[in-house]
């Protein structure tokens, strides 16, 4: 209940991640043009690009890591 709370206030978090997902050519997600990978948050269904060789999600732009490794966020 109190974390519905904050969430209706200060929005998502994104600290739950799904595995990596791989798209086929012509079958791409906006998140996956960087990198053809992608990840969704199991909180609001926002997708992140992914870089399998950084394990890490990376910024829409440039390539640059925008977050911690998908291995150090706690499980739900």
Do not use: N
């Amino acid at each position: 209940m109190f974390s519905r709370l904050l969430s209706s206030l200060f929005g998502c978090w994104h600290g739950h991640y799904s595995f990596p997902i791989t798209v086929k050519k012509g079958r791409r997600s906006p998140a996956a043009f960087p990198t053809g990978t992608y990840v969704v948050c199991l909180d609001c269904g926002e997708e992140f690009p992914y870089d399998w060789k950084q394990m890490k999600i990376v910024s829409r732009s440039a390539g640059r890591t925008v977050a911690a490794p998908l291995a150090t966020k706690e499980a739900a």
